[in-house]
């Protein structure tokens, strides 16, 4: 009998699929409270706990981590703007094929994609960007006969370790909680794994880097609350008189104390109070300021690879535009690593619980739209699709968000120039010569002026009994030469334009290849008819003069 198995070799077990096997138990060994190794953390506890995760035993490493979410602002604010870039992008689904068979699944899985908790399931995956490694749940349905996806559950990464070759995962007390580690049971969970660096998981989270920027960080602080504590306010001084007793003094003292937090105090008389004011106060709190800010700085090179979209630090536009470039870039890169660990873990064991093992998986895409230059496509096209280049009109209209036009509707057209004039023959020498002498103004006294501009505002009309004029034969000839020349010129432009990745790469190619383009043919033509067309101009020339 042929059993499905996941990519670790897990058999599948169906009771399993549609109870939670990886939840908190109260008897066993996957507790829900935690504990708190960042209370008092030194740099030797820091090591002793980044060995034992090394060593196989990640659970300090885990709790680690997430009180350094809880405790540093700015590093759950970077880590969090990394997660909700990637979960907060579009999902789409590629059939494998026009079949209907193939349509069909894709379709189904658009539909599971609607639901509205993806966003917030898709954040709760994206936890390995923090920790390296992160475990979901995925809790089947079966109610109405079919497999389906209900809900995916983020558990809690302490709840997990790794066999003794650091790479595969056990679960922590077994289904039950309460038994040794386990393999993970087949096509139960979402696996994805997120390097800062290469390595084994648990040591390439972020967490692990950012542990020692926290520690330190935490140190600056406390030392700087401290010195705020201490040199923020004045030093009060009491001054008692020679004859002051006992309980005179205890009085001043505790004024001098308290005074900071009542504002008031009543002395005797004779006993005098005096606030003197540290002068280095501002220096030694900025340097506690530039420590932390610098911690905080290289945190964000870890976590968004840039400093620009998080600090007040700038290097102006250009400086801006490349570091958010930056951030695009490990956006990218995470937006594919989640597609293919939900193409893994949740598509392709849909696809076989439902449909049976074997054949191809729609496939899920995580990805912005990439940006155009519309006005460089705009100029492109307009030098382009004169010379032959054929270009969808339904494909043009998608890329500037235009709808097509409805039957009878009013839409925007290229306003059609007036036909030209068609004069024939040698009249066409004449009309130039008249209107020649009809511009040559004060020069001429044949007529008078007035009469010279209504002659040459009156249209002419066509001469149709005209014999045709040789030039009108040259013109065809010309075309008809010339019209393979220009044939294999465009199909080195559209040959140029399927290879070229984008615009400006095609804008480069046909700039480089401009010289190497042959023209030698259309330029053969071109002077053929030139020179014809000259010697028929002469021709007409001499047949005007009558010689």
């Known amino acids: 009998m042929t059993v499905l198995v996941d990519q670790f070799g897990q058999p599948l077990r169906k009771e399993l699929l549609t109870r939670d096997v990886a939840g908190p138990t109260l008897a066993g060994v996957r507790q829900p409270i935690s504990g708190y190794p960042a209370d008092g953390l030194t740099p030797l506890r820091l090591a002793r706990i980044l060995r034992a995760a090394d060593g196989g035993e990640p659970l300090g490493y885990f709790e680690l981590a997430e009180q350094i979410e809880e405790r540093d602002l700015h590093y759950v604010g970077v880590l969090g703007t990394r997660k909700r870039s990637v979960s907060q992008v579009d999902v789409t689904v590629e ?30 995956v994206l936890d390995a960007i923090g920790k390296g490694v992160s475990w979901t749940e995925i809790v089947w349905d079966t109610s109405e006969g079919q497999f389906r996806p209900q809900r995916l559950e983020w558990r809690d990464p302490r709840w997990f370790t790794f066999d003794r070759d650091g790479t595969t995962p056990m679960l922590r007390g077994g289904e039950e909680g309460n038994a040794g580690d386990m393999p993970l049971p087949a096509f139960k969970f979402i696996r994805l794994a997120i390097k800062a660096k290469s390595g084994l998981p648990i040591r390439s989270g972020l967490a692990r880097l950012a542990a020692w920027s926290w520690m330190f960080k935490a140190y ?72 932390a800010d610098w911690l905080d700085r290289q945190v964000s090179k870890a976590v968004l ?71 460089q496509l705009s100029t492109s096209l307009a030098q382009l699709v004169p010379l032959g280049l054929k270009v969808s009109q339904a494909e043009i209209r998608d890329k500037f968000g235009l709808s097509e036009p409805d039957e009878g509707e009013d839409v925007l057209a290229k306003r ?85 990745r984008d615009l400006g790469e095609f804008r480069e190619m046909l700039a480089s290849a401009f010289g190497d383009i042959d023209s030698s043919q259309l330029a053969a033509v071109l002077a053929g008819g030139l020179a014809a067309a000259h010697a028929a101009g002469r021709s007409d020339l001499v047949d005007e003069s009558g010689v």
């Open 95 to 124: 059939a494998a094929s026009d079949s209907a068979e193939d349509v069909k699944r894709a379709d189904m899985v658009r539909e599971w994609l609607q639901r509205d908790e993806l966003a917030d399931e898709t954040f709760d």
């Open 220 to 291: 600056t602080q406390r030392d700087w609350a401290i010195f705020t504590q201490t040199y923020g306010q004045p030093i009060r001084v009491g001054r008692f008189h020679a004859g002051a007793t006992k309980e005179d003094r205890a009085t001043l003292f505790q004024a001098v104390a308290n005074i900071a937090g009542d504002c008031a105090a009543i002395v005797p008389e004779e006993m005098k109070i005096e606030f003197i004011e540290s002068k280095n106060v501002t220096a030694g709190s900025d340097l506690y300021e530039k420590r």
């Open 305 to 375: 690879g840039q400093t620009t979209t998080t600090d007040a630090i700038s290097g102006g536009h250009a400086v801006s535009q490349e570091h958010r470039q930056v951030q695009e870039d490990i956006e990218t890169a995470d937006c594919k690593a989640l597609s293919a660990v939900l193409n893994r873990d949740l598509i392709r064991p849909w696809m076989d619980l439902e449909f049976g093992p074997g054949g191809p998986y729609p496939r899920l895409v995580i990805a912005r739209p990439k940006r155009e230059d519309l006005q």
């Open 416 to 500: 059609e120039a007036p036909a030209p004039v068609v004069v024939a023959g040698r009249e066409r020498e004449k009309l130039a010569l008249r209107q020649a002498q009809g511009d040559r103004g004060e020069d001429e006294e044949e007529a008078p002026q007035a009469a010279r501009n209504d002659a040459s505002r009156r249209p002419i009309a066509p001469l149709h009994e005209a014999t045709p004029h040789p030039a009108d034969g040259i013109a065809r000839q010309m075309a008809e030469l010339g019209q393979p020349a220009i044939d294999e010129m465009i199909g080195t432009i559209e040959a140029m334009l399927e290879k070229a």
